[in-house]
């Protein structure tokens, strides 16, 4: 009889539950509003009905953050990051175009510009932001060729960057379009990134034999097995698809997928995608320079490792009149 009792009990505490539950999601929607976030910037924030959620500030059109539905941090921003628009925001994503790194290689042909281009600190506008039918959320980012920009780089282009969110991942894909006459060769990263409890015992897979320069020791060298993080960790990876992040002891996993595609314009008879291999550039800055970077909090390398699909190599395609490349990456989170 007792035994009855508490089976019926049980019964109708798991009735409980899951009608909670299903009252819970039923109330939720899909919302994607453009909002005002930090010191007042302007935002936009994704917020999916499974509980996801995804931010991105016009400034360097950089997301600033991605949860998953059980609320855990896939990314990590730095606690002294600049929310003003003076410098590119310290963490997420922020985008990296037309120029890698300190100096131009010659196949941009150009002098100076800035480290990692002007992307990550322009203004860009919203295209569109919208729930789709299946709940979905999608934001699309312009940036077009200005006075300014061509005054550093003397190309008409244009960048369409879209972030759709779902219950399962976050896409991000940056399309770059020539258009010019003369072909040109950009570079581009989309530069995460992602929190870890502790890049000691993290790693990365999907590099294993993959030829790799060390920007700190100046050399080529290949991967073997994983790669950890004991020390300031800087490389560009000539190619990585399929890379997965996982810390010691944790079953918890991030998958990324990474494509590059070469789209050919044919005016009205159509268009044709031709995919190529991305490069990965994995960085840690460790004690000393995590400290000399002013909006870098001076414990947060411990917590952090980037791992950034790019076009970087002298191979890439120089893109024709009309054409365009695109780069994705698509993060999911494997609690
Ligand atoms: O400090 P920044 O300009 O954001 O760059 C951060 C890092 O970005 C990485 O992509 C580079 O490989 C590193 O060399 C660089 O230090």
Wanted: hydrophobic share 40%; net charge negative; charged share 20%.
């Amino acid at each position: 009889m007792v035994l009855v009792d508490a089976q019926l009990v049980a019964v109708a505490l798991v009735t409980i539950c899951v009608g909670a539950m299903a009252m819970r999601m039923a109330r939720r929607t899909s919302s994607v509003v453009r909002r005002l976030g930090k010191n007042g910037q302007e935002m936009v924030a994704l917020r999916h009905r499974s509980g996801a959620a995804c931010d991105v500030y016009l400034h360097g059109a950089t997301v600033s953050r991605y949860a998953v539905p059980n609320g855990h941090e896939v990314l990590w921003v730095s606690s002294g990051a600049v929310f003003n628009g003076s410098k590119a925001i310290r963490g997420g994503v922020p985008l990296v175009f037309p120029q890698f790194g300190p100096k131009a290689d010659e196949l941009l042909g150009i002098t100076s510009m800035s480290q990692h281009g002007f992307a990550r600190t322009s203004k860009w506008s919203v295209r569109s932001a919208e729930v789709r039918l299946n709940g979905d959320c999608q934001v699309v980012l312009t940036l077009e060729d200005s006075e300014a920009t061509r005054e550093k780089f003397p190309h008409k282009f244009s960048l369409l960057y879209t972030v759709s969110l779902n219950e399962t991942c976050l896409r991000t894909a940056l399309k770059m379009t020539n258009m010019d006459k003369a072909t040109v060769a950009p570079q581009a990263l989309l530069h995460t990134y992602f929190a870890t409890d502790e890049v000691a015992q993290t790693r990365v897979s999907g590099l294993d034999g993959v030829s790799y320069y060390d920007q700190l020791a100046d050399e080529t060298d290949a991967q073997h097995g994983d790669v950890s993080f004991c020390g300031e960790t800087d490389r560009v990876y000539e190619r990585g698809d399929k890379l997965v992040i996982s810390c010691e002891g944790q079953r918890a996993v991030t998958e990324i997928a990474v494509e590059a595609t070469y789209v050919e314009e044919f005016g009205e008879s159509g268009s044709s995608a031709t995919p190529f291999a991305p490069d990965v550039v994995v960085w840690n800055p460790h004690v000393s320079k995590a400290k000399a970077m002013s909006d870098f909090d001076d414990d947060g390398w411990k917590r952090m490792l980037c791992v950034e699909p790019g076009i970087l190599n002298k191979n890439r395609p120089k893109i024709a009149e009309g054409n365009s490349v695109i780069l994705s990456q698509t993060i999911t989170y494997i609690p």
